[in-house]
């Protein structure tokens, strides 16, 4: 009896109000489509399939930027959406691990190497995570390797990234500030000051008296970096005498010994373009006595950052990934659902977006 009651009051409504009947099918519809738009984008996030391997990105320069990537084989694989449209070449040098699972097809652009194929006297066949620093062979001896396993450089408009596998990088905002720069940096990053003085052994100890070291979160260099690490790579401040040095740390040690500073990489308006923390922590951070807001490359607060970013740092595990592809899909305008996260976070991204759209 109550649903006949009730079916007869949507025959009157239908019959008498038929604007609420158009209200109503509009909403719904709209809600179907948000859903529709929910479950798509949660499909495309968790398929294996990257977004970034069916898009193209046309370079207005002719930079050419080659990824280095070192990760421990248990991280692997990566995906190529993390990276960016700008990278000419993307290498992933993994440790050796027999039970590695196999990587990912042929769509991918990315280059897996082991690095037990890299020959290394210091190292033998005996090489472990990259993420390992107390190790007979230790984080510098790794990417020591890696810089002298690649070949020479074969113009002076080749760069080199070497960035973590869970670092966020817009490689194409990379070659876009490249084209603007007045000259070509060196060596360049997001730039620490933080090592020894004269009176102190500071955060790295005497080694590091008065060199600046340019974050992990992406270290670039040029070809004419590279030529001279290949060309002195035997000197005391480049070879491999310290264990277990931070592999930044022993960059910066060697570039210094061959005459090349860091500088860091500003947008033109002086703001920082690489930041050493996921973006929602730079947005957030307040003034402190740590170490880093004593750097002169410090960003914090909701005006920390480019709106045109190069890299992002510190983007762990699983929930990372997802992440950095929620960001990367957003940003590239594959999505329009901004990632998930707090409404300075996201209107951040917004900014990037919109940013973005114009360099294209």
């Known amino acids: 009896m109550a649903f006949q009651v009730w079916s007869l009051d949507v025959v009157k409504v239908i019959l008498l109000r038929p604007s609420v009947v158009v209200v109503s099918t509009i909403f719904l519809i709209a809600w179907f489509g948000v859903l ?67 990587l990912p097809d042929s769509r991918s652009r990315i280059k897996y190497v082991p690095l037990q194929n890299i020959p290394v006297d210091e190292c033998g066949a005996l090489l472990d995570a990259f993420s390992s620093t107390d190790s007979p062979c230790g984080q510098w001896a790794k990417t020591r390797a890696m810089l002298l396993s690649l070949p020479p450089p074969e113009s002076q408009l080749d760069f080199y990234v070497k960035v973590d596998d869970d670092t966020l990088l817009f490689s194409e905002n990379l070659l876009n500030h490249l084209e603007h720069l007045p000259s070509k940096p060196d060596y360049f990053g997001h730039v620490l000051d933080h090592g020894g003085t004269s009176n102190s052994t500071g955060f790295y100890g005497a080694h590091m008296i008065d060199t ?7 270290v670039a ?39 090349i500073q860091p500088i860091p990489l500003l947008d033109e308006h002086g703001k920082p373009t690489v930041g050493i923390f996921p973006a929602n922590f730079h947005l957030s951070l307040t003034l402190g006595n740590w170490w ?8 914090w607060g909701a005006e920390c950052c480019s709106e045109l970013p190069v890299a992002f740092h510190g983007y762990k595990g699983r929930e990372g990934q997802i992440k950095m592809t929620e960001i ?9 659902l901004p990632p998930l996260g707090l409404p300075m976070e996201r209107a951040y991204w917004r900014k990037v977006r919109d940013a973005m759209e114009t360099k294209k």
């Open 221 to 259: 260099f040029s070809a004419r970096a590279l030529h001279l690490f290949q060309s002195h790579s035997g000197i005391p401040e480049c070879a491999d005498d310290f264990e277990n040095t931070d592999e930044d740390v022993h960059t910066a040690m060697c570039f210094n010994a061959l005459a």
């Open 212 to 218: 600046k070291v340019v974050s992990g979160a992406m």
């Open 328 to 336: 990367s899909a957003y940003v590239r305008s594959l999505t329009k």
């Open 36 to 102: 529709a738009s929910q479950i798509s984008h949660v499909l495309t996030l968790n398929s294996s399939s990257s977004f970034i391997s069916r898009m193209t990105f046309s370079s207005h320069g002719k930079a050419r930027i080659h990824c280095l990537i070192p990760s421990p084989a248990s991280h692997l694989p990566l995906s190529e959406d993390q990276f960016g449209l700008g990278c000419s070449t993307i290498q992933v040098f993994y440790n050796f691990d027999s039970h590695l699972d196999a």
């Open 292 to 299: 880093y807001f004593k750097s002169p490359d410090a960003a």
